[in-house]
């Protein structure tokens, strides 16, 4: 067994239809230079987004992130079967963070001198984008070295399902506001914000109570607001939510804020 120390490795990635051919590395070292020749060939030819579950997997099934799928050719150019299980796959987003694959649709193995085509989905956070395809894979005459090899993704559109936006319209302090519960305590006033919520994902926005919250300009934050708005602002559209906070006298509130553990948004109150 021998171990060759690699000084520099630059990936040649060819543009090809849709996508990019992964399959070529160059290398040079101390001793000689040449080439190294993966026992693969793939390039993407086919991306979506997709919120989730995707068919009948787990891809995609939680709101906080979408499942890409990606549609691969890779061919068998080496003397071996060639695994291509997903645990061989990853992805990298225009975030800086490695994806693993969390399904796969295809073959597991091919035979030497054949190309099929396999779809790979990943569980990405919402906004991000995937940019590189990388494969772990057994490099040509060798039986024991193995490298990672890489292409690029071609550029496509995402798919968030969570994209909401939240905007105060108006913002006002009362002793008691129009609820009789909202300000009724001695030194406490009624603070009421009018919420534009604009739904641009593919998910229901829920107004629930306890979802939202406020920061006042004393740095507390103040949670269980009355409401007064239907129960959901639906996927692709806008609504209007009235949350009216019981508030010390004297403090202003600063900071809206909305969670519900798996997706979150905020903005700022205006000066009232």
């Known amino acids: 067994m021998f171990s060759r120390k690699l000084n520099v490795i630059i990936l040649v990635a060819v543009l090809f239809l849709a996508g990019c051919i992964g399959g070529v590395v160059v290398t040079e070292d101390d001793d000689d230079s040449g080439n190294i020749t993966f026992n693969h060939q793939f390039e993407v030819i086919e991306v979506a987004g997709v919120t989730g579950p995707y068919s009948d997997s787990y891809c995609g099934i939680y709101s906080f992130e979408e499942c890409h799928i990606l549609v691969i050719s890779i061919s068998n150019i080496g003397d071996d079967d060639l695994s291509i299980a997903p645990y061989w796959w990853s992805a ?22 054949t ?4 779809t790979l989905g990943f569980d990405v956070n919402n906004g991000v984008k995937l940019t590189t395809l990388r494969f772990n894979s057994q490099m040509l005459d060798s039986d024991y070295e193995w490298a990672l090899d890489s292409t690029d993704i071609p550029s496509y559109d995402i798919v968030q399902s969570f994209n909401v936006t939240l905007n105060v319209s108006a913002s006002n302090a009362e002793d008691d506001g ?17 919420v534009t919520v604009s739904n641009d994902g593919l998910l229901d926005f829920a107004t629930n109570v306890y979802s939202w919250e406020a920061i006042g300009d004393d740095g507390i934050v103040y949670d ?6 239907e129960d959901k602002v639906v996927a692709g559209s806008t609504g209007i939510v009235i949350l009216s906070f019981d508030v010390p006298n004297g403090v202003k509130l600063t900071t809206l804020q909305w969670d519900d553990n798996a997706n979150s948004v905020n903005c700022t109150i205006p000066t009232y």
């Open 92 to 113: 990298i987003g225009d975030d800086g963070e490695a994806y693993s694959g969390s399904m796969k649709e295809g073959l597991s193995t091919i035979s030497p001198g």
């Open 115 to 118: 190309t099929t085509e396999l």
């Open 178 to 194: 129009d609820n009789s519960n909202c300000g009724s305590e001695e030194d406490v006033e009624c603070h009421t914000l009018n």
């Open 224 to 229: 269980g607001p009355d409401r007064d708005v």
